[in-house]
């Protein structure tokens, strides 16, 4: 005897038969006729009158914001595409399909299914079929009609969906078939899910990747004030403000914010200042009484599914100092190859634990950071960190410097190039063979492009140096890294990185590095208004460098100082810097007399009464007449500079500075249209060589000259631009000016 079903619409009627029977299909009956063997067709059956699934779980009642991503998802349902939520985990991609399927049951009246993946982790396969099975008997098939097989399983489930329109949402799916199976074949049917990987292969079965990001501030505080009170959050703005960047806009970390300002009956303040503490912050991130219910928790079940390669790396960017990070970094931190570094980076950001930037950069959260640190601390051993810190060090020392060599070759530095580069003397031909800057046509611009994109890296980097007490490699970049902020003077980092580097080379026991690094620390000091403390910082580094034997430093030490008396005594700085001059000519510095002579020239100006630092007074012709003869020489002799191999190196920066000054002499000597042009040309200059500070301050000279208001206006404004983004104290003043 066997058992044979036969199809009837979407029944199914079932007789027991002989095996020895034959027999003819007429429509939707059947006259049987032979059959061989015992044989079982499986066909799904009607559901019970009235079935209708409605198991997607209710929303969270304080469920704000996501509204862009919620009318995205509202443009996929009119397109009939299903979609894969992606994101950190604890980012709400649960949430906010739970918020959209609630919204939008009318768009289904067939019903919902819910598949929760994550607890039906099981052998291989054995998940996407329970899976299936859940959503047939869900779908009113009976047991001894399902079949099994997932083959089988996926034909019924397209059966059984074809004349319905449904909604399936699956929750932290792993796998692309797991989207891929459970897409209903009735017309309107779509699928959504979640997922903490990139599925990215979807994308060919026509399915769409949705991206959550954090919540920006506004949006964590009206999540805030949902969550704790909007009467809070309006009482104590700031602390709000603080609790939101300390939890980096993670909505799971937000919500156990609130929950532990209830359960604890803490203020905004003090939980603030007990999530301060980096050390501690995840831990308080927790709800008392529960393990599982916290940051910590969530982030380990996806750092859990890594396999142990990008589990150890993932390790390693924890300890990794910087905000941001690319393959080559972190090659040189893991001690891997580039293309095993590539490969493990787009595994842990396939699994949203690490975050690609459009720059090509990789990011980690602030708590994910924090997290990948808490789990080196227990599975690695105690001196990994500071091994890991080393590395990134020699790495970033060694591609600073090539940047420094790339823009001015042949600036004074106390640092040995080859230790730097790691490399000896007799291979260094750093910016042919080395630099990466030097297959570019602008690779002095690539240099200072690429400094500035890194500078909050390099100034962490040099911090953790400080912090291990790798005091030689912190002075040399904190040397190294000034050209930099030379070109784009941000004040308070340059202020940092010299303060640091020059303390790290006096424990260095290196009088001449100790030296260069406290005279150019008077230049940020001076600009910042803190005028005495340079001056002790130049008596210092002169006192240093003329017990140092070195050469060259005693004369640029002495034009340093000349610049702070440029402010009070323009005899005095002219002094120094003719001390300066004769110093470098003795030493054979052709760029170094150079520079003298310009701030010469400059003091000059400034003692016949040309510059704003001074108190009004007469205009001494005379002294106009000497200041413009050296300026326009002197911009002569920056462009006619050569390097040690005799080649044309002309410094168009210095000498587009020359060229401003020579401009504000023309002008004190009535010489206003000439000056005009001269200036012009000056803040062209100075823009395309990207030294946006003397830009800014030829800008000021030029706008008086300009007759045209509207000009004015436009050139003001630019040159207040570049002071606030410098953090310059000119920009209040300019400020002030604009408004009157």
């Not at 390099?458 to 030689?472: I, P, Q, S, W």
């Not at 100790?514 to 208004?529: G, H, K, Y």
């Not at 040309?681 to 000279?701: D, M, N, P, S, T």
Request: charged letters at 25%; a negative charge.
């Amino acid at each position: 005897m066997g058992t044979i079903g036969v199809v009837d619409g979407e029944g199914i009627s079932a007789a027991r038969v002989d095996n020895t029977m034959s027999g003819t299909v007429h429509g939707t009956s059947m006259q049987v006729g032979t059959v061989h063997g015992g044989i079982t067709f499986h066909y799904a059956t009607a559901p019970a009158p009235g079935t209708r699934p409605d198991q997607v779980p209710r929303p969270p009642r304080r469920f704000v914001n996501r509204r862009a991503d919620l009318a995205r998802l509202d443009g996929l349902l009119a397109e009939g595409a299903s979609a894969v939520l992606n994101g950190i985990p604890g980012i709400g991609k649960t949430a906010t399909l739970y918020r959209w399927a609630h919204d939008n049951q009318q768009h289904f009246p067939d019903g919902q299914l819910f598949v929760d993946f994550t607890k039906l982790r099981s052998a291989a396969g054995a998940d996407l079929s329970e899976a299936l099975t859940m959503c047939l008997r869900a779908l009113g098939v009976p047991d001894e009609q399902i079949g099994s097989g997932t083959a089988e399983l996926e034909n019924t489930f397209r059966s059984v969906s074809r004349n319905r329109r449904l909604l399936v949402v699956l929750d932290e799916v792993t796998e692309p078939g797991h989207v891929r199976s459970l897409i209903p074949k009735g017309e309107g049917s779509i699928v959504l899910a979640t997922s903490n990987r990139r599925l990215g292969e979807l994308a060919l079965h026509d399915v769409e990747l949705v991206e959550l990001d954090v919540f920006d501030r506004a949006a964590a505080k009206e999540l805030l004030g949902e969550l704790c009170g909007r009467a809070a959050v309006e009482a104590d703005p700031g602390s709000a403000d603080r609790l939101a960047e300390l939890c980096g806009g993670l909505p799971i970390a937000l919500r156990i914010v609130a929950a532990r300002l209830h359960s604890d009956r803490l203020t905004l303040a003090q939980l603030a200042d007990q999530l301060a503490d980096e050390r501690q912050r995840l831990g308080r991130l927790t709800v008392q009484g529960t393990d599982s219910t916290g940051v910590s928790a969530t982030l380990s079940l996806a750092y859990r599914d890594q396999a142990e390669p990008a589990a150890r790396l993932y390790r390693v960017l924890g300890d990794l100092p910087g905000v941001s990070f690319d393959s080559g970094v972190v090659a040189a931190a893991a001690v891997l190859d580039a293309g095993t570094s590539a490969r493990l980076l787009a595994d842990l950001a396939g699994a949203h634990l690490v975050h690609r930037t459009d720059d090509g950069r990789y990011r980690l959260h602030s708590l994910v950071r924090l997290h990948a640190q808490e789990t080196a601390r227990e599975a690695d051993p105690p001196e990994t960190e500071r091994q890991i810190v080393q590395r990134v060090t020699a790495h970033y020392l060694a591609l600073v410097t090539l940047a420094d060599l790339t823009v001015r070759a042949d600036r004074l530095r106390i640092l040995d190039v080859g230790e730097a580069l790691q490399q000896p003397a007799d291979r260094l031909d750093a910016l042919a063979v080395y630099s990466p800057f030097a297959a570019s046509d602008t690779p002095d611009r690539d240099a200072i492009e690429w400094l500035e994109a890194e500078r909050p890296n390099l100034m962490a980097v040099l911090r953790a140096a400080v912090r291990f007490g790798f005091d030689r490699q912190a002075w040399q970049l904190a040397e190294a890294l000034t050209v930099l902020f030379l070109h784009h003077r941000h004040l308070a980092d340059w202020r940092e990185s010299l303060a640091l580097g020059a303390d790290a080379a006096h424990r260095d026991h290196q009088p001449a590095a100790e030296a260069r690094l406290r005279s150019m620390l008077s230049r940020p000091l001076l600009d910042l208004r803190q005028d005495d403390r340079a001056l002790a910082e130049l008596e210092t580094a002169i006192d240093l460098a003329d017990r140092s034997g070195h050469p060259v430093l005693p004369g640029s030490v002495r034009e340093f100082l000349g610049r702070y008396w440029d402010r009070r005594d323009p005899e005095r700085a002219a002094a120094a810097y003719r001390e300066s001059l004769e110093l470098n000519e003795r030493a054979g510095e052709a760029r170094g007399a150079a520079l003298a002579r310009y701030f010469l020239g400059r003091a000059l100006l400034v003692a016949a009464g040309g510059a704003a630092e001074v108190p009004e007074r007469g205009v001494d012709g005379s002294r106009v007449a000497e200041a413009e003869r050296e300026l326009r020489a002197v911009h002569e002799e920056f462009l006619g500079l050569t390097g040690a191999d005799g080649k044309p190196a002309p410094d168009r920066r210095m000498a587009a500075r020359a060229l401003a000054d020579l401009g504000r002499a023309q002008a004190l000597a009535g010489a206003t249209g000439e000056a005009r042009t001269t200036l012009g040309r000056a803040v062209g200059v100075l823009r395309e060589q990207r030294a946006f500070h003397y830009e800014a301050e030829a800008i000021e000279a030029l706008v008086e000259l300009v007759e045209d208001s509207g000009e004015q206006q436009q050139l003001l404004e630019r040159a207040l631009t570049i002071y606030r983004e410098n953090g310059n104290p000119k920009a209040a003043d300019l400020q002030a000016r604009i408004a009157g």
